[in-house]
């Protein structure tokens, strides 16, 4: 039976080229947990503007996904848009248009960070903008997180972040670490950018859990789903449900 353990409504931007954030998703997934998918057409860019513009289009994708099958609880992913519209309203919108129990990445990761009791953390994010750093700096600190550090990949860096070598994150994951070693945990952030080859490495590396964007959606649409089977290999959050 498709999906028989758990069916995740799974929204997602789209801007173009592989799927990166749904695949590394479902190469994770226990097996009976299936995805159902929708793409919001865009961003454009990570400005602003382009972010907000999006909000209006999540409502009818969430719709059109309930009516096509039976879902248990609805995800989405892209932190640039959730964290611009706001993580509370982007679940709202879903919880609201499917009546089932929603989440956002964004959602995953703060419940990540608290699961493993971080408090103080340590922020990369490969190829965000300024002002999407300034989104996710704002909801941590509003969320109750001391972030001692944000390092990030700059400007220009979000066209080549799917052929960035995942060695590539785990050298700069460990320079952020080195360079401020007082927190209590790292937080990876952009799922466009897959590390499920390294994400393990750099958690014993540096001695401390790793909380990434992915993992951390994928954590709480199976936390909601009541899907609780430990995956191990890929960091501490995925083995504590």
């Known amino acids: 039976m498709f999906g028989w353990r758990a069916r995740i409504g799974f929204i997602s931007p789209n801007l173009g080229g592989t799927p990166g954030t749904l695949l590394e998703m479902e190469h994770l997934a226990p097996e009976g947990v299936a995805f159902l998918t929708r793409f919001v057409n865009g961003p454009a860019s990570l400005a602003t503007p382009d972010l907000l513009a999006l909000a209006d289009d999540v409502e009818p994708l969430a ?17 640039p ?3 611009a519209n706001g993580p509370e309203r982007v679940a709202r919108i879903l919880r609201d248009a499917t009546r089932l129990p929603s989440t956002t990445n964004v959602q995953g990761m703060t419940d990540g960070l608290a699961r493993l ?25 509003a969320s109750g997180f001391d972030v001692v550090s944000l390092t990030s990949g700059g400007a220009g860096a979000v066209e080549k972040r799917k052929e960035a070598a995942q060695e590539g994150a785990y050298r700069q994951a460990k320079q952020a670490w080195l360079a401020n070693p ?7 952030v952009g799922g466009g950018a897959p590390i499920y080859e390294v994400i393990e490495a750099i958690e014993t590396d540096i001695g401390k859990p790793v909380v990434a964007a992915n993992y951390a959606g994928l954590w709480s649409a199976l936390t909601l789903a009541s899907v609780r089977t430990p995956i191990r290999g890929f960091g501490k959050l995925l083995t504590c449900f």
Do not use: Q, W
Not at 63 to 79: F, N
Not at 121 to 141: G, I, Q, S
Not at 182 to 187: E, P, S, W
């Open 63 to 79: 719709r059109s996904l309930v009516r096509k099958a039976e879902l248990d609880v609805m995800l989405m992913a892209g932190a």
């Open 81 to 83: 848009v959730v964290l």
């Open 117 to 141: 009791g971080v408090g103080r953390v340590n922020v990369v994010t490969p190829y965000y903008p300024e002002n999407v750093n300034a989104f996710l700096r704002d909801h941590l600190v």
């Open 182 to 188: 007082g927190a209590d945990g790292l937080l990876m």
